[in-house]
C-alpha cells in the first residue's frame, strides 16, 4: 500500500514495512519516518529529499533498515541508510546522577534520496525493525 504525499515541487508515495524477526525486547520507533527537504536548489540539474526516523535504540544498526525510491511503485533504487546516536548526554560521566525522566540514547537514522527530477511523482518505502506492516500517515 502506497500513501500519497505532495511535496515542494514533488509529489511522493510512501509505504513503511516491517522485516525480519523481532528480538524479547520490542524495539520501538520514536519518530516514525518523515520526509524532509534536501540542500538542493533550483539552479541544480536534479533534486534530492532526506527521509529521516528514530528509534530506542542506544546503538546504531543501520544494515537493518532499507529505502527504496523511484519513479514506480516498482521503486528501482536504494538509499544509504546511516545512524547515529542521540539524547545520550548522561554517558559522557558515569558519576552524574540519572533523573527518573531521562529519555536515554536514541539513534536517528537517515536516507538522501538523489538524483530527483523536478515536478515528478516518486515513490519510497522504508523497512525495518519495530516499522508497522501497514503503513501510516
Known amino acids: 500500500m502506497?500513501?500519497?504525499?505532495k511535496v515542494v515541487a514533488m509529489m511522493f508515495a510512501s509505504a513503511f514495512l516491517t522485516t525480519g524477526a523481532m528480538s524479547s525486547?520490542?524495539?520501538e520507533v520514536t519518530y516514525k519516518p518523515y520526509m524532509q527537504p534536501g540542500d538542493a536548489s533550483a539552479f541544480k540539474l536534479s533534486d534530492l529529499k532526506v527521509i529521516a526516523w528514530q528509534t530506542d535504540e542506544a546503538t546504531p544498526k543501520a544494515s537493518s533498515y532499507t529505502v527504496e525510491y523511484g519513479l514506480t511503485p516498482r521503486l528501482g533504487r536504494k538509499a544509504s541508510v546511516k545512524g547515529r546516536v542521540v539524547d545520550d548526554y548522561l554517558s559522557a560521566d558515569p558519576a552524574l546522577p540519572v533523573p527518573p525522566t531521562a529519555s536515554g540514547a536514541h539513534v536517528?537514522?537517515?536516507?538522501?534520496?538523489?538524483?530527483?527530477?523536478?515536478?515528478?511523482?516518486?515513490?519510497y518505502h522504508v523497512t525495518g525493525p519495530g516499522l508497522p506492516a501497514e503503513g501510516f500517515d
Not at 536517528?108 to 515513490?123: I, P, Q, S
Open 108 to 123: 536517528n537514522y537517515y536516507a538522501t534520496l538523489t538524483g530527483l527530477k523536478y515536478d515528478e511523482t516518486y515513490y
Open 25 to 27: 525486547l520490542a524495539l
Open 2 to 5: 502506497f500513501l500519497r504525499k
